[in-house]
């Protein structure tokens, strides 16, 4: 059963930057896409980020282009998503999520989840 491990949430001021990271172990594949996502209370869930590990191919939602960017090291089989100029409206629980069915950031696409760190804006 593949185990995804989330760190690296706090509390930061508007226009901080955090650095999430997300361990991935415990998968039967490299061949994999790794994404970020994220819940603030009373929304539905989104996606934020993804990433191809193979390929290192990635998409950013049109909300944090250009603020966030997701890189991975495969040596390490960990995941990060570098957070810039961080609004209130970032304030979230981040998961990350893998998935071996394509890269994108529908839901769907990902069966596996990590427990998700707390990422909170605010002044």
């Known amino acids: 059963q593949a185990q995804l491990v989330e760190s690296g949430g706090g509390l930061v001021q508007p226009g901080g930057s955090l650095r999430l990271s997300c361990v991935v172990s415990?998968?039967?594949?490299?061949?994999?896409?790794v994404g970020w996502f994220r819940q603030a209370p009373g929304k539905e869930r989104e996606g934020v980020a993804c990433?191809?590990?193979?390929?290192?191919?990635?998409y950013h939602a049109p909300s944090v282009k250009g603020r966030f960017t997701i890189s991975r090291d495969n040596r390490k089989k960990t995941v990060y998503l570098q957070m810039n100029n961080l609004n209130v409206e970032d304030t979230a629980v981040y998961y990350c999520?893998?998935?071996?069915?394509?890269?994108?950031?529908?839901?769907?696409?990902?069966?596996?989840w990590g427990q998700g760190t707390q990422v909170t804006v605010s002044s």
């Open positions: 999520a893998a998935s071996v069915r394509g890269l994108g950031l529908q839901l769907r696409l990902y069966d596996y």
């Open positions: 415990r998968f039967t594949t490299d061949d994999y896409a």
């Open positions: 990433i191809d590990t193979s390929d290192g191919r990635t």
